[in-house]
Nanobody
C-alpha cells in the first residue's frame, strides 16, 4: 500500500500563487509516476500534471506555462507550483500515484483550492 498526504491548498486571489505538496509513504518502490488531478463542482476529475520517476513531465493544456510539477526523491514528495491562478482553477486537487507492483492507483484525500476573482 501507498499512502499520500496532501497539503498547501487554500484561498487565493486571481493572479496569485499556491504550492501543493504530496508526501508518499509505504511501498514507495512500487511507484513509477506521481501527479495531480483536480475536480471542480459538477465536472469530471481531470489530469493537471504528472511526473515520472526519471523526471519526465506532462501537463494539461489548460495549465501549461502556469504550473510546475517537481519531486524531491529524498523526501518522497511531489510538489505542484501554481502561478497566475484563475477562477477556473478552483477545484479539489488530488495527489495520485501509479504503482506497478501491484498494478494499482493510489489517491490522496484531496485539498481544496479556491481562486477568488
Amino acid at each position: 500500500q501507498v499512502q499520500l498526504v496532501e497539503s498547501g491548498g487554500g484561498l487565493v486571489q486571481a493572479g496569485g500563487s499556491l504550492r501543493l505538496s504530496c508526501a508518499a509513504s509505504g511501498r514507495i518502490f512500487s511507484i513509477n509516476r506521481m501527479g495531480w488531478y483536480r475536480q471542480a463542482p459538477g465536472k469530471q476529475r481531470e489530469l493537471v500534471a504528472v511526473i515520472t520517476t526519471v523526471g519526465s513531465v506532462n501537463y494539461a493544456d489548460s495549465v501549461k506555462g502556469r504550473v510546475t510539477i517537481s519531486r524531491d526523491n529524498a523526501k518522497n514528495t511531489v510538489y505542484l507550483q501554481m502561478d497566475s491562478l484563475k477562477s477556473e482553477d478552483t477545484a479539489v486537487y488530488y495527489c495520485y500515484a501509479h504503482g506497478v507492483v501491484p498494478l494499482t492507483d493510489y489517491w490522496g484525500q484531496g485539498t481544496q483550492v479556491t481562486v477568488s476573482s
